[in-house]
């Protein structure tokens, strides 16, 4: 009996099963294709790339890997090497209280600042943060007088009475301020300084002992702690300054805006380096002769007025870049100036201006290493002097500066992803 | 009251904040004077006048120790704007080529320049200054080993040598007839500009397209060439002679390790923030441009020239010339590794030996305004210059 299934010679029933693509058409060999040979002229650059890659890697790689973390000074470095080549990190283990304490900060009071920068990340949450409770900021206004306990020591009086002149003051604005809002602003800075005048004759000298840390002077800061404090304090003081400097600076009144120019731009046109030796040799002169204004905070001085201005100039594209409505909008609401400014202006316009803030922040934080030019102990001062100073850690260098090139990297890198993710949450037009 | 008044608010708030202005400057200055006449001081140019009595490794202008003061100063204003003017001219062809390969669809090309922008533009330029310093000192070898009949090791081209005091140069040497060379020169380079310009309206005018590419370097080099040959080799260079003396190179012209450090460092960590201007204002020209003009038939070298760069341009050059600026105002930092700028003579070894700190500084501050305002002069005349042409 025949089949008739068998008496056809074949027919398919399915399809054959699709055969792999080509490899020049999928997988590795199609990705090399499209992003690196594409064309000649891609083909060489490729190959000029992966030469440089090479040439950095073949120093740089034996010099991290063969690098020798123990050891107690350069000479048992080389001695642990024998000639090949390597970095000597144990400098880095040794040594890195002083690069992030600077070299007199009393060793054992290391926990204070440690804490102060811990409770930093708490206290910037909020304000970095849009998401988190409201709550927190509470936190955020007491951590300049705790940071400031922790850090300098001293009696607990000086910090807890500037505090109750602030929080006196402001009960003093928000009463006044529903009337007017310059009654508000000068009450509250009058309210203030007498709340320290008056708090400052009657603490008792025997409270000044009592509750009170071990007091660092200024001059005992130094390290990277000394590039933060710099970063944080001269940014945070800038910003209400700037966005003073920049209202001036659209104001309608001729006098104010030539004194918010002339300002802005003399600032903005001398190099930073030049305003910190104002603050070395110069300053001292514009106080009264009686004062002596320590190094730390004259430098504070010159960097905050620096960043003020440029800050002005961020928060014044800002203001450009809002439509001219919405000033009229609060004009015919009734609104007078400084309502208008804080109500619907500023809001709107500090949003805008976020990101570029940011960016001068960052560049702020990068430029305060500038503080070693005239002699300050920071992070790069701790690198130029002190360290390879030291007989047994002299000759050191790259290792140094690399660690202080890694700590700015996160720090600024950070910081610009940050101002990234910051910028495209904010982005409320549908582009 | 005055200043529930419309009429007069503005004006009693002026006058408020002037009687403010007026007594805080009079509180400071009147603080100033008190602590002068307490020291013994007043404020007075006239150390300007007086002998300098440092040496300065690198001038422009001649300078010996019994030069004055100002005369230092003007040395460090000339290698401020020397060290500002190189540093601009590499900083800019480091920061387009970094943005346009960051542009690149070659991916590996793409990464290394973002590689290259994030860490540079995260790291402060006074790191960069220092290692660089450092990698010119540390790392090269001292010019002994260039030295004797048979050196270590060999001028590089038989014309350069890098060593950690600096890199030797060839230096021109301008004989008797040179004038003509270099006029010629120049005339050609006229001719080539008017030639092309020339070629650019017969195109507009009848449609002829001449060819420029070869006629241009034809007419910048053969009149030079011929004149060079005709006036008997008048130019000569003048090389680093390995032979001419037992402690050093001599001959040719000394870049000293100081300039190049900071040259380098600015350039190079100031390229990375133009990348990002360039990239920025590629991207900043809408894809339907392109889309465009590649419908209008144009090459991709046309549309970039024609179409892309003209418009990304109004966008790159204001923040590219306020980069300029900060490169000049970064200069400063020269004095960290050594550098004479104005910082280092006015600010630094003349204010230390002369004491006049307030003079000094407000010099130093004066230059750097005065530099500044005529840079952002020049972003403003480019940015009305620029406006007109927009809707």
Known sequence: ?431 | MLINDTRYRSLTFQAIAAIALALIIFYLANNVATNLAKLGLNIDFSFLGAQAGYDINQTLIPYSSQSTNLSAAFVGILNTLLVAFLACITATIFGVLAGVLRLSNNWLVRKLMSFYVEIFRNIPVLIWILMIYGVMTISLSGPKAYLGAEPSKELFLGLFAFTNRGIYVPAPIWGPGSMVVVVTFILSVIAVIAYRRYATNLLYRTGKLLPTGLPTIAILLIPTIFMFFVMGQPIGLDLPDPLANRFNLRGGLQIGAPLIAIWFALSIYTGAFIAENVRAGIQAVSKGQTEAAAALGLRSARIMSLVVLPQALRVIIPPLISQYLNITKNSSLAILVGYADVTATLGGITLNQTGRAIECILLLMLFYLIISLTISSVINVYNNSIKLKER
């Open chain 1, 1 to 431: 009996m025949v089949d008739s299934t068998k008496s056809v010679a074949f027919v398919r029933t399915e399809d054959a099963p699709s055969l792999p693509p080509p490899s020049s058409a999928a997988g590795p060999v199609k990705w090399l294709r499209e992003n690196l040979f594409a064309t000649p002229a891609n083909a060489i650059l490729t190959v000029l790339s992966l030469i440089a890659i090479y040439l950095l890697l073949r120093d740089f790689l034996p010099w991290l890997l063969n690098g020798v973390w123990n050891s107690d000074s350069l000479a048992g470095c080389r001695e642990v090497l024998q000639g090949a080549t390597g970095g000597c990190f144990a400098v880095l283990t040794e040594r890195w209280n002083q690069l992030l304490f600077g070299f007199t900060y009393p060793t054992d009071l290391y926990w204070r600042p440690t804490v102060a920068f811990a409770l930093f990340f708490l206290a910037a949450a909020p304000v970095l943060f849009f998401d988190l409770p409201r709550k927190l900021l509470i936190f955020t206004a007491l951590f300049p007088f705790i940071a400031y306990y922790l850090i300098w020591g001293g009696s607990i009086w000086t910090p807890i009475l500037s505090l109750v002149g602030i929080i006196v003051g402001y009960i003093v604005y928000s009463r006044l301020v529903v009337s007017s809002f310059a009654a508000g602003f000068f009450g509250a800075i009058l309210a203030a300084v007498i709340v320290w005048i008056v708090g400052g004759s009657f603490v008792p000298d025997g409270f000044a002992v009592e509750g009170s840390m071990r007091s660092v002077p200024s001059r005992d800061l130094g390290g990277f702690m000394l590039n933060m404090m710099l970063g944080v304090t001269c940014v945070s003081l800038s910003v209400p300054i700037g966005i003073a400097l920049a209202l001036g600076r659209q104001s309608s009144m001729p006098l104010i805006k030539f004194v918010c120019v002339i300002f802005i731009e003399f600032i903005r046109g001398v190099p930073l380096i030049t305003l910190l030796f104002v603050a070395s040799v110069m300053l001292a002169y514009f106080f009264p002769p009686e004062a002596t204004v320590d190094l730390f905070l004259r430098v504070v001085i010159m960097i905050t007025l620096f960043s003020a201005a440029y800050i002005a100039e961020v928060v014044r594209g800002g203001l450009a870049a809002l439509p001219k409505g919405q000033y009229e909008a609060g004009d015919s609401l009734g609104l007078d100036y400084p309502q208008a400014m804080r109500l619907i202006i500023l809001p709107q316009a500090l949003k805008i201006s976020i990101p570029g803030i940011v960016n001068i922040a960052v560049g702020l934080f990068k430029d305060t290493v500038l503080v070693s030019v005239i002699s300050m102990f920071d992070l790069i001062g701790m690198i130029r002097g002190p360290i390879p100073a030291s007989p047994d850690w002299n000759g050191v260098y790259w290792e140094l500066f690399g660690f202080a090139s890694v700590l700015f990297f996160i720090c600024c890198y950070g910081i610009s992803q940050y101002s990234q993710w910051l910028e495209r949450r904010l982005a409320t037009d549908h582009r």
